[in-house]
DNA sequence: CTGTTAGCGCGTTCAC
DNA sequence: GTGAACGCGCTAACAG
């Protein structure tokens, strides 16, 4: 195993040379780094990362917290921070946290703060007060993308103003009978993704003078779409409208409504939300929130932090777009 | 940044008993661990693991190398190996490889050479020699899941017999024109996955005396597979029956199918394989490969090394079964 | 521009 | 069972 005072001898230096030709802090002439980088490269040397960062505190590495990993969305986003770290060199150590609560303490308490990373980067995630605490303990730059929480730098879509869009839209069709799916309304925090898309959802209708509305919870997976779906569909005054937090949702509606016998969307009506792939396979409408993007946003955000740039105050606003894809029109009664 | 020493400081020991009452190495009274144990809790103390593994040489991490992240085998793989980690203590380090040579080079050649992992686990990765070598270099375990080379501990469905499974299936059923989707010809190693797929579909047929079959090679997508399904089913003598070598693109495949004003199973038979979600919502038959288990076998076979286990020699075997879900039927002519 | 020196924070001998 | 002291491999400060 090769070590810098083995380039050392090979280039005939001392060791604080190899080190500051190999990192470019300090000054060294052309000739002795020519000297050592050959050397270097010809031993095969690559520098330790514990040493180099216990003896300087970086670790070129930037820690990812996710609650899912397979899930699309953040699969998607993490591919974007996984681009954008790697093209700057830094590693990605990857901490995913179930719901079981021992097991998030062990992350937060015990994992996150073995200063293995230089920044970390939370993906949708919910966290509770002490959670955000030792966060900010870890002394490090955050950035949170469509976290809820006020004490974080966040990067995230102005969720209200996605559920105003989608929900307009169908308006705008002549919708008056409209039902969403997503949040629960009894589990999920009031600041939270889900809940700041119903509530779009909810101040659209009430600006149109709708005040009759259904709202079905659901887990924000297909099955569970589906399921919200067949339930709002199945009445006898079924909306004629269904916008869903989330395009699997959403596409899991159109399966629920195609084994109805229901047509999209001569009989009904469904928009989503993400951007998600299969989308295009649906013909699903939907409000793309480019999931890759953010990941790389936020990549950008945190390096940017570690450059020595002050973090943005308060939140980063990220783009949305709606997409058309057909699987909205006008009412037909 | 409490460290080690004031650990010791308020627990009225030294160090070293420190040391060995918090990682269990080395005998400690009782009483004294406790009282190591408590100071440690009441003041929040993590072992910094720079400063740890370069004391022991080990870092409790673990690298997972990948040639992508969104796409469902590899997220879904990863996070088997995620839960399987997490439980034991360790991280995981992430490595996205991309196709881009000189990117793979720098992971191989510089990051996973920091010394940052205690071993390597890659999901499908197609390494070629000198990535390889350069792997083992490393002097850590490392287990292959479905990589095809040999030189290292390779945990693998047996994908020539999941290949043999699902065209059994399909001659089973009477079929006698089929089709695959999958393998490059040109461009696919020999010993690659969708290779080996396709190689079983060819035994299977060949043992049967059917010589004439087609061979539609797609990029294991599901837009992939629909391009290529509908290349096959255009045809005037169309297949009655395919084999798509994942899911999504069998999935493709039926969407194609349907666009065509083909019915599935009816008007032909589409068999996938991998056990994705989403092949329920549209009845598709396949061989599950449980990827979530393989992550999970994955990362345990890397903790069993780790504890000192010798490598299993040759390569594990890994289940895979088939589900019917009615995508798959006696053709009608 | 380059070398010398003193840690970075911890684990581990080796005595006691 | 416990403590003192050294070293893991590298970087930063200081001299020169």
Redo the contacts between chains.
């Keep these: 195993?090769v070590g810098i005072d083995d380039v050392a001898r090979a280039a005939g230096v001392s060791t604080a040379t190899v080190s500051r030709a190999l990192s470019g802090r300090g000054a060294v002439s052309t000739a002795t780094r020519d000297r050592v980088l050959s050397a270097a490269g010809r031993l095969?040397y690559?520098?330790?990362?514990?040493?180099s960062?216990?003896a300087t505190g970086r670790?070129?590495?930037v820690g990812?917290v996710v609650p899912?990993?397979?899930?699309?969305f953040?699969?998607?986003v993490?591919?974007g921070i996984?681009?954008a770290l790697?093209r700057r060199?830094y590693?990605?150590?990857?901490?995913?946290v179930s719901a079981d609560a021992a097991?998030r303490r062990?992350?937060f308490?015990?994992?996150l703060?073995?200063?293995?990373i230089d920044a970390v980067i939370t993906i949708a995630l919910e966290l509770d007060a002490e959670e955000s605490v030792s966060l900010r303990g870890l002394?490090v730059p955050i950035v949170a993308i469509a976290g809820p929480h006020p004490l974080l730098t966040t990067l995230t879509v102005d969720d209200l103003a996605v559920g105003r869009l989608a929900t307009a839209h169908l308006l705008g069709l002549g919708h008056r009978r409209l039902a969403h799916i997503g949040a629960d309304a009894v589990t999920d925090a009031a600041s939270s993704v889900p809940t700041l898309r119903r509530r779009g959802f909810e101040d659209s209708l009430a600006e149109a003078g709708i005040t009759q509305y259904d709202v079905e919870p659901a887990d924000f997976t297909?099955d569970g779409g589906?399921r919200a779906a067949a339930r709002l569909l199945a009445r006898d005054d079924r909306p004629t409208a269904l916008f869903a937090a989330s395009d699997e949702m959403a596409i899991?509606a159109i399966?629920a409504a195609r084994e109805l016998g229901l047509r999209v969307p001569d009989d009904v009506s469904i928009i989503g939300v993400d951007g998600h792939?299969?989308g295009r396979?649906f013909g699903l409408t939907t409000v793309d929130q480019f999931a890759?993007g953010q990941g790389e946003r936020a990549a950008e955000a945190v390096l940017s932090a570690l450059d020595g740039a002050q973090p943005a105050p308060g939140r980063g606003t990220l783009p949305f777009e709606l997409v058309d894809r057909g699987s909205t029109a006008a009412p037909h009664d």
Tied chains: 1, 2.
């Design positions: 195993m095969g690559v520098v330790s990362a514990a040493a960062s216990l670790t070129r590495a990812v899912f990993l397979d899930r699309w953040f699969s998607t993490l591919a996984s681009d790697v060199g590693d990605i150590t990857l901490y995913s097991e062990r992350v308490d015990d994992h703060r073995r200063r293995r002394g297909i589906s899991g399966l792939e299969l396979w890759r």
